[in-house]
Each structure stands twice: as structure tokens, then as C-alpha cells.
């Protein structure tokens, strides 16, 4: 029962039993006003409260429905009406090609001091999706006004084409140069006839190459190349050389290349009525790349035969390269232990000195061995550094002297081992077309020689400068400075040696675009006017210059 409820009784059954004492007194009252009575209160009462229940809840989770929902929606549709219709869809036409018209053909002509002619031409087939070609021709030459017969001149002619097919590119040229000198070397107070001192060399050059066109990633790559060269002189020397390379390249993982090159170089040299001279070298190189980000090893072995007069060897040479970036692009470590053989053929030997006098009977290719390590990268977006500490051994190389019987000839002699510190560096600076420059220098410390006294003709220092700036898109500019330290050479007469003074020689260059199609160009070299030896017995020109008309079209 609601203890509210309780006490309302009670108090209604005290308030009802009050009342009716106080109207029963008022009535006696009125009967007998006079009469006085006293009331005597016994006790006072005291209203009590029963005791409340107490109740205890626990509390209780519901019971978790586990059962999917079955939920169903019903969009009404409703439809618009836009005002806006929309223009119908119409191809529009495609713009015409933005790029400008190539400049495929060039003309250069100039005259200079030295009764220099110079003569340039270039002509290009244009863009062609499956095919294109082009034509070089370059002529000059030079009489010296110091030293009597001081005379040269050069030509040379290049065709060369590319066709394109579904799967394959072929490649061809066709080239012919010649070089023509005198072996002005000699005691210019005994005159000579121009005809015995003439020298004319001829080459023609014919290279078929191709190479597959691969559609993905993991395809197989291979580029043929054969190629045929004639060399003779005026002298009845003739050689003819063969050559092959067949570079094979196939991906396997993600990041692992395996790779193989078979090389073929066969050659015969002949003088006069002697006996021919065959010079073989044939190589596989088989080699594993890996490449991943920061990373690359290349790690091969290159079997290697090589046939000369009496002496044939087989060497298993060593062609392993390894980059790793310590600093992303930055700073990379480049080491390398790699070892090739350098043909020694009349052609490559004239390459190297011009006023050779041509004897093979006993000569023997050289084998070249380097150990070396060194830093590359890139500073900023604009410099770029590459150095190179490095071993290097040569094997048999041909070191070249004045002749005893004739002076203004060279023969070799063999030097059986030559070991050597090198050390390069480069630095290069870049800003887009505008301004480039570039200077590099190799310096060798010939520490040992096996066979030979000195290393003959063999300079220990060269450097050079390169720059070049384009002003306002017509004027360009460039420069270039060498330097080259002097070589040992041992007298005709062998009974001691010298050694040749260093050079300084700078050429500038300049062109001037006048139109689209027109301009100027000259060339000034060896603006120092040094007459250095890099043979001895034969100064260089001094000051001389070039210039000329440009035609484009």
C-alpha cells in the first residue's frame, strides 16, 4: 500500500474528530456561556511512518536478434523536364601538323689561310615512317708556309640509310675517305722530290647492321652487325678486314639480362710481293646483367683467341662492372676489373701515328688489363662529374721511334709489359641549349716498363676545355683549349733520347644565323701559335683560319 495513501487517512480521521469537538463546545458554550472548562492534555500524539520496502533490480541485457532484416525501398520515380538540351555530338577535324619543316640539307663552304678550301654538304631524306637516308660529304686541306711540304688534305663521303619493318630495323652505309700527307720530317737543307715524300691513304668502309623490335619488357633482342673495310696507301700496302658482331640479350626476371656477343675480326695485311699477314681475333662474351634501382652489376668472361705471325693464344679475360648509388644519382661508386685485346692492323696502327712505316712481320696484338674504382653522379640539376682511379697493364704494345735508315718514318718496337696509374676526372655543366661546358683530363704514371727505356711517343698528361653558348637563338660561340705534356723519343741514332715540349693550343668558333636559311661561320685555330710536337720531327701548324657561308634548306 502507497504509504502516501496511509497518512491521508489519518489525518482526515484527526481533522474530522477536531471538528466535531469544536462543534459540540460551541453549542454548549451557547447553552451555558457563563460555565468555564478546563481541557487536561494527557500525552501529544506522534503521526509514524511505516518501514518502505526495499527492492532490488538486477539488470539485464535483451536477447540479440540475429536474424537479417529484410529491408525493402521504394523510390518513387520522378521526372524532369530540363529546359537545356544538350547539341548533338559532331567529329571535329584534326589540326594540322604543329612541327616546322626540317632543314634536311646543308651546305657549308669556307677559305682560310694555309690556302685552306673547306667544303661540307649534307643531305637528308626528312621524316618517313618506314624509311629514311642521307648523304655527307666533307673536303679541306692545308699548305704549311714555315716548313716546305707541310701539306695535307682530307675527304670524306658518307650514304647511310634506315628501313623500318614490322619487327626489325635495317641499317646501311657505304663510306669512303682519303687521307692525304707528306712525311715532312726530314733535313730540309737536303731538297727531296715532293712524289717520294707523298703519302695517300684510301678506305672504303661498308656496314650492314640491324636490330628486332621488341614489343615488351621480357622480349629477346638481337643486333647483327657485319661490317667490310679495304685499306691501302700509296706505298702497295693493302688490307682488307672482315668483322662480325652478333650481341644477343634476353630478359629472364624482372631484373636479371642474360646477355652474349660473338666477335669475329679477321683481317690480312700484304706489301708488294711479300707474304700475306693474317691477324684473327674471335671472342664470346657472355655475360649476366643485374639491374635494380641503385644498383647495377655487370659480371662476364670474354674467351678470346688471337692469331698473329707465330703466335697464337687464347686468353679468358675478365669484364666485370658494378655501380652502386650511395647517394641517389648523386654519388656513385664505379669499380670495374676488365680486360679486351686492342688489334694492332696497319690501318688502326696508321690511325695512331700517320707517318708509320708499315712493317707487321713480328707484330703482336695488344692485351690491355684495368682495375679500377672511382665516383660519378649529378650536382643540382645543371653539373654532372665522373672520376676514375685506375691499374691499367699493357700486354705487348708497340711503342713507336724514328727510323734508323729514315728518319721521317716511324717503326715500333715491342714493349712485352708497361704497367701504368691512371687517373681521370670530368666535369660538365649543362643549361638546357644555351650554355654548355665541359672539361676532362686523363693523366698516366708510367711506373714500369718490361722491354723499353722510356714509354716512346707517349704522352703522360692530356686535358681539354669545351664551351659552347648560344646568344639570342642566332649567335653561337664556342671554344675549345688543350693541353698535352710532352713525350720521350729516342734520337735515329739511339745513342740517347729527349723528350718533346708540352702544348697549349685553343681554337674558337662562331655562327651567326643572318636568316632561316643563310648564315656566316669562322674558325680560328691554335690561337696561341704553338708549334708543338706530338711527333717528334713534326711541328704543327701554327695560327690559322677559316671562314665561311652557311646555306640551310
Known sequence: MNIHHIYGKRFFFIAAFG????????????????????????????PRLRDAAKLNLTASLPGVDTARPSLKYEVPSLNLNFMYQAAPLKPLALGKDSLDLLQNNFVKLGYGNLSTPYVQAGFGSGRHEQYNYGLFVNYTGSKGKDIENQDYSTLNTLAAGTYLMDKFQLNGSLAYDRNSLHYYGYDHTTPVEKSDIAQVFNQITATVSGSNLPNNDWAFSIKPKVKFIYFNDNYKRNEGAFMVNLPVRKQIFENIFLQAEGVLDLSNYKQGDNKTINNNVVAIHPAVDIIYPGFVLHAGVNPTWSNTPGVSKFYLLPDIVNETHLIRKKLILSSGWISYIEKNSYRNLTGRNPYFLGSLSDMQNTRIEEKYTGIKGTLGSHFNYNTKFASVTWYNLPLFINDTLDSKRFITLNEAEMRAFQLHAEVGYIQEEKFQARVSFDWFNYNKQETQQKPWALPAFQGNLNVTYLLGKKLHLNADLFSMSGAYYLFPDKTDFGKTDGAWDMNLGASYDITKNFGLWVNANNIFNSHYQRYYLYPSYGFNIVGGLLFKF
Request: charged share 20%.
Open 19 to 46: 471538528l466535531t469537538g469544536l462543534m459540540h463546545q460551541q453549542a454548549f458554550a451557547q447553552k451555558d456561556s457563563l460555565k468555564q472548562e478546563t481541557i487536561d492534555i494527557i500525552s501529544t500524539y506522534q
